[in-house]
């Protein structure tokens, strides 16, 4: 399904945010990438859709090579790659419906954006998600009047909308309170699996991680230095990815079911 | 405690080597003097000019409402110069804007749009309107001409720096949809740079009822026009009757002005 080979992004200043990346998905699982702040979680993922274009290496979604894409070739490779983001990034003056339906843009002709008239399709589509995040009724709600855990339905509903191929998820609870934001991973993990969507989640939080993913990645400095089971994560594979500290409360639960006071401590 | 904090804290100052402070306030002080020397003011000129300004008030009253047809045509020629001219602003701006916009365009564009944007509002509006009142001769259409040119660059330049300001998560999520240009700028940078557009539209309207009424002065119709004529003639009654009517017009232009951008979120 996905197969990254050897993929780098350097800096001007020389800086390499990633270096020499390699991973490979095959089965539509949700994969969790930890690490510290700057290890090159959201810029793997921003590769991958080229919102940051990396400079060298292989992306290849279904067989196609999303690296050497251009204009309108990467605007259909877009459409297939589904996208939540940490501080939701809803476009805040439009509606809830808006929102969840800019998700078909890549699919509407320019006037059909215009006139906000898309397929029926489309419309019944983002009303049975919204129903999905828990959101009924809240389709003429401007986006600008909603809660953190609304907006980041909303998010996943406008992700989900484009079927995508693949999900890419950047620190997608990060800013929300530990009940929530095990709802919204839920639901999310939820809906992807449905659509057999796999799914690559930036995350800090690693009890969180444990207990909504398939598979664990590690990364530090650029380079990807765990990659594994969730209850493989002992407290070596911490300290390896994150450096020495006291992870009895992270490693020790092996179900993942730590007390949410604890979540925070990442 | 052999650690004691320090009691006394000055804020840095802006610049931080003192020779070049006190210089450059010196510097300063000693162009101010040079340029207010250079006024040469004649006070004899001043003392004669006092009671000629005190004939003209004298002769502005009792105002002079007999020729109110031309004040009213004068009147409604501004307002509909200045109408027509924040319309036609307001769409030429769009294009213009956006391309002025650095986080939208590739460089050349860009630089292109900024040097038509600084190059015609580096010109007062009475210079363009003496300008064009000589391309076009006498009239409201030098005028409005006049206030197009001013408003584009006004609201284009407003408009470019609200893109370059606007969230850039919101643009990236619809970037990340597969969106083309068009679509991203319908969904993405439209919602977020619409009424602060519009607000500036108002506040360009408002701005161009005021200005219609001093290109006129140069020979671009509306009030302005009739008013310079009143001054010339020495008719002062007229030109007081005029000038009150400017006033009322700009302060209800004004509040109308405060009341819609109010209202727009």
Known sequence: ?266 | MSNVHPTVWHRPSLIENPWLRYGLTALALAYLFLSIGSLEIDWERVSKGLPRAASIFERMFPPDFSRWDLLVRGMVESLEMAFAATFIGMFLAIPLGLCAASNLVPRPVYLVARSIIVLTRTFHEVIIAIFFVKIFGFGPLAGVLTLVVASVSFIAKMLAEDIENMGPGQVEAIKATGASFFKLLLYGVAPQILPRYLGVSIYRMDANIRHSTVVGIVGAGGIGQTLSATFSRYDYDFSITILACIIIIVFFGEIFSNWARGRLR
């Open chain 1, 1 to 266: 399904m996905l197969k990254i080979e050897g993929l780098t992004k350097a800096y001007t200043t020389g800086t390499k945010a990633l270096n020499n990346v390699s991973l490979s998905i095959d089965e539509p699982q949700v994969v969790a990438i930890i690490g510290p702040s700057g290890a090159g979680k959201s810029t793997l993922i921003r590769c991958i859709n080229r919102l940051v274009e990396p400079t060298s290496g292989v992306v290849e979604l279904n067989g196609t090579n999303l690296v050497t894409l251009k204009g309108g070739a990467l605007r259909k490779a877009r459409r297939r790659i589904g996208m939540i983001f940490q501080e939701y990034n809803l476009v805040e003056r439009l509606t809830v419906m808006e929102n969840i339906l800019s998700g078909r843009l890549g699919y509407v002709s320019f006037l059909q954006a215009f006139r906000r008239s898309f397929p029926k399709d489309d419309v019944s589509a983002a009303f049975r998600l919204l129903d999905r995040v828990g959101l009924k009724g809240y389709q003429d709600t401007r986006a600008d009047a909603l809660s953190g855990g609304q907006r980041q339905r909303v998010g996943i509903a406008r992700a989900l909308i484009q079927r995508p191929e693949l999900l890419l998820v950047d620190e997608p609870t990060a800013s929300l309170d530990p009940k929530t934001a095990r709802q919204v991973m839920r639901i999310m993990v939820e809906l992807a699996l449905e659509q057999n969507t796999p799914t690559i989640v930036n995350i800090h939080d690693v009890p969180l991680a444990k207990s909504f993913a398939n598979r664990v990645i590690g990364m530090r400095d650029g380079e990807i230095v765990f990659d594994g089971n969730p209850d493989d994560l002992t407290e070596t594979e911490l300290t390896n990815i994150y450096g020495e500290e006291d992870w009895s409360a992270e490693a020790a639960n092996k179900n993942g079911d730590a007390p949410l006071a604890q979540a925070a401590t990442s």
